[in-house]
């Protein structure tokens, strides 16, 4: 009880809260690098995942092969790009193993909402003279936006727990807060930084559930 108190006098103390190692400069430098490995993971991902499951064809085999890097621990793949020329790259490495990591949960979960689709509906479409393109983008992509927002939903929330792993490589974010607690011997700093990353999770993790619940209105409007 008393290192949950200090951590939260750590927390509310406005000292902690200013200058570049201040809290709300760190929580900046987390919600920078989360939202740039989102959206290239999505870049990367939700193309692929959308036409493989228009397709019907090599979808299964590029999300087993996707899922093979969840077995793979993110900070290994960390230490080893540091080793490679993308070490030299700034904050490269910590960007393309947090991408890699952010991956298999957008694609899985965008072809599987895509083959969940009603064919009979597609079928519908495609009679009605919609080209392929058009029945991707103004039939299925809107009946399987429920399952593609919960993709990006879980990547998210993954990814603000998990591009702590910044601070090892030096770069920014609310995981120098908790090195920091560990280099000073400061558990209430540590705690502090933990609840900061957790409360971080929740509060995108809410956004993204109500952002699914509205999804199934949008879709029913697309479908029309």
Known sequence: MRTLTD????????AHWSGDDGIAHRLLQHLVLTVVC?????????????VLGHLGKGGALAVNISNVGRAVPTFAVLVLLLLTPVGRWGEGPTVV??????VPPLLTNAY???????????????????TGRQ???HVELPLS???????????????????????LAGGGGLGRIITAGFNLASTPQVVAGAVLVAA???VVEGAF????????????????
């Open 209 to 224: 559930e109500i952002a699914e619940r509205l999804s199934p209105r949008r879709a029913r409007g697309g479908a029309r």
């Open 145 to 167: 936006l429920p399952m593609v927002l919960n993709g990006v939903r879980i990547a998210a929330v993954q990814l603000v727990a998990t591009a702590t792993i910044a601070a």
């Open 135 to 137: 029945t991707l983008l």
């Open 97 to 102: 193993a947090l991408v890699l990591f952010a």
């Open 112 to 130: 599987v909402g895509m083959r969940e689709v009603d064919r009979s509906t597609v079928q519908a479409a495609r009679g009605m003279g919609m």
């Open 7 to 14: 951590a939260w006098g750590w927390l509310t103390d406005p």
């Open 200 to 202: 971080f999770a929740l």
């Open 38 to 50: 989102l959206a290239v993971s999505c870049l990367v991902a939700l193309p692929i995942a959308l």
